[in-house]
């Protein structure tokens, strides 16, 4: 699979596991539901840095957009914690995860809307699919680990 539609289905994940928190009021649910989405954001988060950011910001046209993410990319990441570290009952759970929701959702149409259709321009086919693979590669590497 090329790089850029194994995130677009990175993104697909998250965002119904969103579409699963706004439908639910059991704080429970949306605290197990928190639990996958941080899963999923740790791992493509990983994959983004480590392989796909690196390899297109060798093109200077896209350094800025790249840049751009992976700030992004540190805003989520402290919510993630910030989220994880919060007792059950905290009256800030639902306003963190709602914000991390929304940052999230606008960092997926940037990247789909704009960062993609450039990759695109830059990059052929044959080396989206050596990306791809090796981002697979990762991302399996990665979720070993991390059990």
Do not use: C
């Amino acid at each position: 699979m090329n790089a850029i539609e194994l995130l677009k289905e990175d993104h697909k994940k998250v965002n119904a596991l969103f579409g699963k928190v706004k439908a639910t009021d059991d704080a429970n649910e949306k605290k197990e539901l928190f639990e996958q989405i941080k899963a999923e954001l740790d791992v493509h988060t990983h994959i983004e840095e480590t392989i796909f950011y690196p390899a297109i910001k060798e093109e200077s046209e896209l350094e800025d957009i790249v840049l751009e993410g992976i700030e992004e990319h540190h805003q989520a990441k402290m919510f993630l914690r910030e989220l994880s570290n919060l007792a059950e009952d905290s009256e800030k759970f639902e306003p963190k995860l709602k914000v991390l929701m929304e940052d999230v959702i606008h960092h997926v149409q940037e990247e789909e809307g704009k960062m993609f259709p450039q990759v695109e321009e830059f990059f052929d086919e044959e080396t989206l699919m050596e990306l791809g693979a090796e981002m697979e590669e990762e991302k399996e590497s990665f979720e070993e680990r991390k059990h």
